[in-house]
């Protein structure tokens, strides 16, 4: 089927550790990838996106890599701050299609 | 620019009843989507509308409709509410000029709570 599957959480880091959020799709064919944050009490706002193998998108710090070997689309950050703490949610979309189909989300929690 | 801005943001219904939600897309962008988010769940596409006609369909049942106006702006209609129901409702608005990969930006959502 088509699907996003990212990482469990809760996750969290004391500030300026290393983060890796895992997502991984399952598609026919090549979609485009991102990542969207979804702050407390607010709606989502993209992050980052990638719309072809090998790309990479970067945005405040974060970083996703298109893997097509690995249908993978991992987020991560050098150095993640307390102003982070939100959740995470990966996402893809097919060139022939105008739906988001989202991944269950990833709740990351950095403690000062 | 204001966004994308949602009306209510809270709401309070019966099971049975019917509600209507609102959303003006942002300056410019002429595409809106409706995703359903129910608690600690990603959102969940339920349609898109475009020259005032649904272009798109996810798998929600008849009683979700929805109408967009000539001035681009959304509702979002749910008939015979059922406690499942509940949820946050996401409008996104697009500009399809700018392709079917053009950047979606999200209002804050309505939360309905079905009693």
């Known amino acids: 089927g088509n699907s996003v599957t990212q990482m469990e959480g809760p996750v969290t880091l004391s500030e300026e550790a290393f983060l890796t959020i895992n997502c991984t799709y399952t598609?026919?064919?090549?979609?485009?990838l991102f990542w969207y944050v979804q702050y407390p009490g607010e709606g989502l706002q993209l992050l980052l996106k990638?719309?072809?193998?090998?790309d990479k998108g970067s945005n405040k710090g974060f970083e996703a890599t298109y893997r097509k070997e690995t249908t993978s689309f991992h987020l991560e950050k050098g150095s993640v701050q307390v102003s982070d703490s939100a959740v995470y949610f990966c996402a893809r979309m097919m060139d022939s299609s105008y739906k988001l189909i989202f991944g269950s989300g990833t709740r990351l929690l950095v403690r000062p | 620019d204001a966004g994308v801005t949602q009306s209510p943001t809270h709401l309070i219904k019966t099971r049975g009843q019917q509600v209507t939600l609102r959303c003006s897309p942002k300056?410019?962008?002429?595409?809106v989507s409706w995703y359903q988010q129910a608690l600690g769940q990603g959102p969940q596409f339920i349609f898109q509308y475009y020259e005032e006609e649904e272009r798109q369909r996810g798998n929600f049942p008849d009683r979700f409709s929805g109408h967009q106006f000539p001035n681009y702006s959304s509702e979002l209609n749910v008939n015979a509410l059922l406690l499942g129901d509940s949820a946050l409702y996401l409008c996104?608005?697009?500009?399809?000029?700018?392709?079917?990969?053009?950047?979606?930006?999200f209002g804050q959502g309505t939360r309905l709570t079905v009693v």
């Open positions: 990638a719309t072809k193998a090998d």
């Open positions: 300056s410019g962008h002429d595409t």
């Open positions: 598609a026919t064919g090549y979609p485009s």
């Open positions: 996104a608005s697009s500009l399809v000029g700018q392709g079917a990969l053009a950047e979606a930006f």
